[in-house]
């Protein structure tokens, strides 16, 4: 799961407002920072699953079909032969969640896959928490009732929650908490947070950096006949991580340590990847 940080064309997208990336505006968005940031994404994404790509690809903050066209055909990404498929979300900015898959791995799996991005923390994280409340339930509704019609449920839910894995719209609503220690007394209609147990214990454990501070925002959460040893696809806490490689990260000259290499330090371009670090899971697959 990786949220790229306004991965945007540098085309105007009508009815969207999509203007602070465009050539001739603030951000001086042209084509060749487009390429060079589709190049890095891209780069992030073979580095991640060790040059074997990625079999799902979650990705927050997209723009649009062109973007995912360029990004799998265009970009250093070609060879992988990844498929996508992309929300049209209402969202103002013209925002979208997207999902890149190995068609040959992907089609063989009864899977059910959400990506999610909640509302943002500006405003305040008291204020605005309603709001990824309300999205946290609307997701909840759409596990529970999977639940209720899948024989052998397994469901992925990755994404930027704009939350904790301590937060509410985790713990509360969707009640994804850590897999139990031992993998025979996981349930199968339940919702376990695979990096809760990492971010607990180690407080410089994150995807994100907020101020000084590191956090988990980006997700991985399962059904619990992912986490079950016998099953056909399985994982297991041990097997995600966030991906931190040393390329990602740029000194944190203000708070000491480092950060995230980000495309733009408020409107100052920087050349780098993205203000969030991805997050991975290894699955087994038995055939």
Known sequence: GYNVENLFDCRHDTL???YEFLPDAVRHWTYFKY???LDAIARVIIAVGKWTPPALVALCEVENDSVLHDLTRYSILREAGYRYVITHSPDER????????????FKL?????FVAHFPSRSGGAKASEPYRLLAAQRLKNATDSLFHV?????IIIMGDFNDYPGNKSVQKILKAGMPPAETDSVKSQMLYHLLARKS?????FGSYKYPGEWGLLDHIILSGNLLTATSPLYTAE??????HAPFLLTEDKKYGDNQPFRTYYGMKYQA???DHLPVWAEFRLLY
Request: aromatic share 8%; no cysteine.
């Open 150 to 154: 899948r024989t052998h449920p397994q």
């Open 94 to 105: 013209g925002i979208d969640v997207a999902l890149l898959y190995q068609r040959g791995m």
């Open 272 to 274: 780098g990847y993205s």
């Open 35 to 37: 390429k060079k940031k």
């Open 109 to 113: 799996l009864s899977l059910d896959v």
């Open 238 to 243: 041990d097997k995600a991580d966030v991906f």
């Open 200 to 204: 607990a214990a180690n407080k410089h």
């Open 16 to 18: 969207k407002n999509d």
